[in-house]
Structures are given as C-alpha cells and as structure tokens.
C-alpha cells in the first residue's frame, strides 16, 4: 500500500515571501500521479498542481510549483509571493495509474501568511 | 454549474438514526468516491465506485452502504449512527485514467455530527 507523508503539519511565511512545503511518498510502482490539494476555511478541497510520474519536467501553475524527485519519492510544493488567499491546509496526494483505488492523502500542512 | 454537489452541507442527528448523504457530478465522469476526513483533517478515502465494480474499503463498518442509481450519483448511507462517525464526508468524482487527467473533483462536504 501506498503511503503519504507530509512531516510539516504548520508553516508560517510572511506575505510576498516563498515557501516550500514537503511531501514524500512510498510505493513500489514505477508509474503514478502526485497532487496538491488545498482546502481553506471554506472546506472545498481545490487542486492546485498535478505531476505524472512519466514526465521528468516540474509542473507549475503560476505562483506554484513542485519539485519532484521520483527516485527520493519526494514531492515539495513551492509557493512563490505568498498571498493572504493562500492560507489554507495543503495536503500532498497520490494516485495509481491502475485501478480504482482513489487518492491517498497526507495528514496535510496548515499554512498560515503572516501579513 | 456545480461540478460536484451533495446534500445536505450539515446533518446533525441523534446516535442510533439511519441517514443519507445524496451526491451528484455533472462532469460525465466514471468513477466517484467517497471519503470521510476526520476531527485532525485526515483525509481517506471510504469508497470508490465505477458502472462496474464497487470498491470497499474493508476498514469501514458495513452500517456504511454507498449507493449508485446511475453513473452521476452516489449516495452514502449510514445506519444506526454512532458518535465516532461524526465528521466531514467528501463526494469526488474523476475520468477513467486512459482519457488523461487523472485529479478528482471534489464535493463541497457534508459536516455530519452525532449527539
């Protein structure tokens, strides 16, 4: 079974500062999809960024972007000029390629902007 | 339009009560899920559900049945109630993986409280 594991369960950073947050994970597949998801107070879970495996290039979505290390099995989610609207819980999530199984989620990051 | 809806965004009911969670997607997606997130904001995943197959997550106690009367719904319901099942239950949806994008979309939540 697959395992996911965020070991920063809060991080602070000062508004238009960066921040990185990290995710590992455990698998034994060669071929799979990573995630961050970020849930505010509002409790709507929002995908931010997504990675296949397959693809050696890191994703980015404007001010987000992930560094992914498949043969550390690390995943870290950097978020550049941090905004008020980015505090919220991010949680780290992975997916098989095969089956149905659904995502499998670490215990989250709560981020808090310091204004 | 809403991607993912359930029903109702809060439940509060007595122990021992038989309840239902409704949740439809309008995204002609194949597989939909469900998953409770805890008191501490874990995420995990109770059941995925394609036209197909139904997969069940053998932690969770057969008073937990999901429901799928067509491809775009899937139900959850809940007999004899106990305090421990208070939480936040999760709808989600997402394509089948050879069509790409391989991200669930997300319900708004349902906050379910047991007294």
């Known amino acids: 079974a697959q395992t996911v594991t965020q070991s920063q369960p809060e991080m602070s950073v000062q508004e238009a500062e960066t921040v990185t947050l990290s995710c590992t994970y455990d698998?034994?597949?060669?071929?799979?999809?990573l995630f961050w998801y970020k849930q505010p107070p509002s409790r709507q879970m929002i995908l931010v960024i997504r990675q296949e495996a397959y693809k050696q290039q890191n994703a980015t979505e404007n001010r987000f972007s992930v560094n992914f290390q498949k043969a550390a099995k690390s995943f870290s989610l950097k978020i550049s000029d941090s905004q008020l609207g980015d505090a919220a819980m991010y949680f780290c999530a992975y997916r098989s390629r095969g089956g149905a199984d659904g995502l499998t989620f670490g215990k989250g990051t709560h981020l808090i902007i310091q204004p | 339009d809403t991607a993912v809806s359930q029903t109702p965004k809060y439940l509060v009911t007595q122990m021992g009560n038989d309840k239902s969670i409704k949740c439809e997607q309008n995204?002609?997606?194949?597989?939909m899920y469900w998953y409770k997130q805890d008191s501490k904001k874990f995420l995990k995943i109770m059941f995925s559900y394609n036209n197909k197959e139904l997969i069940i997550n053998e932690t969770v106690p057969n008073r937990f049945s999901p429901k799928s009367p067509d491809k775009a719904h899937l139900n959850l319901h809940i007999n004899s109630l106990e305090l421990g099942d208070s939480a936040v239950y999760f709808c989600a949806s997402s394509q089948e993986l050879w069509r790409g994008k391989a991200e669930a979309f997300f319900g708004q939540g349902t906050r379910l409280t047991v007294v």
């Open positions: 698998t034994s597949e060669s071929d799979y999809y």
């Open positions: 995204l002609g997606h194949d597989t």
